[in-house]
């Protein structure tokens, strides 16, 4: 079964770098979310979106913003990276807003030099 | 403000034993999550709780909500060493979708 890919899955970036990650829904899943996961922590909810519209924010810094395209896939956008933006971010998609399953892709560890 | 609290955060176990983790969360949801993760890895869905009294069982692990107490439990049954990861339990609201988690468990489990 398809799952959600997200790319790249490794990124080194510099201080005030720019970095887009990328994610790629379960076919026919119109909703998608994005996590940051620091090490050792729990995952913090980013952002969501549903049938192309931003739905949910959560603890989303100003320097990130994101978009869901006509194709459902969705890009996190992150300017002038800072050392504590190093962690897993992970993007999951549900079949739509309400629909009580998400399922997590296999996430993109972005490294801040 | 939505809070979801885990114990232990930390657990060390021989194969064979049993114990449960626990997971607390301060208002009302209809929706407990349990997710696994490997080092590294992503997030693996184990369970979904969506009623209150919901029991439900996979291999050794099972899991249970009681909506009334804000509680849910996860269950490992005769440990064995293939289930040492972390484990979280996550909460969402019924107006808002996004996922509250708790801080996680650490299981590690010695042969």
């Known amino acids: 079964a398809a799952g959600v890919i997200q790319s790249p899955r490794h990124l080194i970036k510099e201080k005030r770098e720019t970095a887009t990650l990328k994610c790629y829904p379960i076919p026919r899943h119109d909703t998608v979310y994005w996590y940051q996961q620091g090490p050792g922590q729990d995952p913090q909810f980013l952002i969501s979106?549903?049938?192309?519209?931003?739905?949910d924010k959560g603890s989303i810094p100003d320097r990130f913003s994101a978009q869901q395209f006509s194709d459902y896939h969705s890009e996190l956008n992150m300017s002038s990276l800072e050392l504590g933006d190093s962690a897993l971010y992970f993007c999951a998609s549900s079949l739509t807003r309400g629909s009580y399953e998400q399922y997590f892709g296999p996430g993109t560890r972005l490294t801040v030099t | 403000e939505l809070k979801v609290e885990q114990n232990p955060l930390f657990l060390s176990m021989q194969e064979g034993k049993n114990y449960t983790i626990y997971c607390n969360y301060s208002?009302?949801?209809?929706?407990l999550y349990w997710y696994r993760q490997d080092p590294g890895k992503s997030l693996e869905s184990l369970f979904v709780?969506?009623?209150n009294g919901a029991v439900k069982q996979e291999g050794r692990l099972m899991a249970s909500l009681d909506t009334k107490a804000r509680l849910s439990t996860l269950h490992i049954t005769a440990a064995v060493h293939d289930l040492s990861a972390t484990y979280f339990c996550?909460?969402?609201?019924?107006?808002?979708?996004?996922?509250?988690w708790g801080a996680g468990t650490k299981l590690i489990i010695k042969p």
């Open positions: 996550a909460v969402d609201w019924d107006s808002n979708y996004q996922l509250i």
């Open positions: 979106f549903y049938e192309k519209m931003q739905s």
């Open positions: 208002t009302t949801s209809d929706r």
């Open positions: 709780l969506l009623s």
